[in-house]
């Protein structure tokens, strides 16, 4: 289990995401900073929030910087994690998790790919799926429970939304659903910017221009593009980055990606 005080993501290393930001904040911030508030309209905050979308999008990031910007303790746990070996051992992790939360209130637990004990059930038998069962099982009963934990948040986060089991969404469990897109050529403008604050630039990197000839990449990969347009500039012996480095970057990401998903040799 991994506990911070305070992760040191900030919500201005976000790129794009406005709505996604602000959503966040009211459903996770706002109760713990302000629990009178609720209180004196009379509603319960939503349970639980569950950040869906593809891979590399910030949804692990919007996660910390929440927890940076509410001094709340963060308690953060992998789903994988919580698949082990011995039967109940799972189990007892989540409710371990819970009781840890409620120790160290004002909190917020993190559940990162969450897909991975909450899936729908398979037609496999295999060994491992019932103690899988078990560990989502004591999950949602103690979600269930959440209303007498007091100030304890809990977000989750997946890729894999098509797959989660649905008891997961009732009301009183994840209840507020935050959809993470890949960025749209402003979002990703503005992440080519957070990525190439601390680097060099030719006076001529034109970021609008990059984000449009960008379209289709995630953050996580206009992060590896501001990288590789470094690694282009080291090679070429300069110590300042040119839009044609960016350029040549893109390049070679396009040509990678062509390569994962070129098509299929019959089998
Ligand atoms: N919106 C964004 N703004 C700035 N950087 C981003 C953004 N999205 C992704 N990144 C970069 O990509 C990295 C990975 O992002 P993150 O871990 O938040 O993705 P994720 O949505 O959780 O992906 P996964 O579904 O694979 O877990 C970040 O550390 C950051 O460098
Ligand atoms: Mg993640």
Redesign the pocket.
Known sequence: MQISQSPD?TYD?????EDQIREVREAVEAPLVDAAQFETVGIEPPSGVL?H????????????AVANETDATFIKMAGSELVRKFIGEGARLVRDLFELAGEREPAIIFI??IDAIASKRTESKTSGDAEVQRTMMQLLSEMDGFDDRGEVRIIA???RFDMLDRAILRPGRFDRLIE?PE?DAE?RE??LE??TEEMSLADAVDFAALADETAGL???????LATEAGMFAIRDDRTTVEYDDFRDALAKIREEEDENTGPIAFV
């Not at 290393?13 to 995401?17: E, F, K, N, Q, W």
């Open positions: 993501v290393d976000i790129g794009g995401l950040l979308g593809p891979p590399g999008t910030g949804k692990t990031m919007l996660a910390r990162d790919e986060a997946t890729n993470v960025p979002g503005r992440i957070i990525h995630s953050g996580a990969e206009l992060a590896s």
